[in-house]
């Protein structure tokens, strides 16, 4: 890695919360990556707008454009490929992803999910540990693999659920514990592959 720095590709579909909290950390010159690529598959997510605000290159490949998943994702690889990034960030990108694409990507990709695995996977996780009395919540950051919210944990933050939470309320308080659990799985996996590449 010619500037010591891990190269980022960053997939999003909304507003890109944790996609800034990555970008603030890459303003650090002792932060040991750096995001290449900003990729969306909706020409209107919000976080298409951090990123070109931040100088950051960016691109739109429109899932609905396409016949099927594997043309969609060859699309996607081929910007990904081109931008250089050796690490995939899965930042609220709404699309699931084939194995044959993930197996691209083995321990180069990494995804952040709004529960503490394996609890909760999928969809509607802090409603789900609301109907469950459970006494906590938070959020995980693990490497993907095909089977979803099943790869290697990397990093998880707790939270405590508190009385009177609601569905919203909950995920706003984790949500600012995944912008500090990315930041801190990046600078894991940062370590991990730069060992790698160098041994």
């Not at 990904?80 to 083995?106: C, H, K, Q, Y």
Request: net charge neutral; charged share 25%; glycine share 6%.
């Amino acid at each position: 890695m010619g500037s010591g720095k891990l190269k980022l590709a960053v997939l999003i579909s909304g507003r890109g919360s944790n996609l800034q909290a990555l970008i603030d950390a890459c303003r650090d010159p002792s932060f040991p990556a750096e995001i290449r690529l900003v990729l969306s598959n909706r020409a209107d997510a919000p976080g298409l707008a951090r990123a070109k605000e931040a100088g950051i290159q960016t691109s739109v490949v429109d899932h609905k454009a396409y016949p099927d998943r594997s043309s969609f994702e060859k699309d996607m690889q081929k910007e990904i490929v081109e931008s250089d990034a050796e690490l995939i960030v899965l930042a609220g990108f709404m699309r699931v992803l084939t194995a044959e694409f993930v197996n691209l990507w083995p321990n180069r990709m990494i995804n952040i999910h709004p529960s503490l695995l394996p609890d909760y996977k999928g969809l509607n996780t802090h409603a789900r540990a609301l109907a469950d009395g459970k006494k906590e919540a938070g959020c995980t950051v693990h490497y993907v693999v095909p089977e979803m919210d099943s790869g290697p944990i990397i990093v998880q933050k707790r939270v405590p659920i508190l009385p009177g939470d609601t569905p919203d309320i909950l995920a706003q308080r984790v949500l600012e514990q995944e912008h500090l659990a990315y930041i801190e799985a990046v600078r894991i996996v940062a370590r991990t592959l730069n060992k790698s590449l160098s041994s």
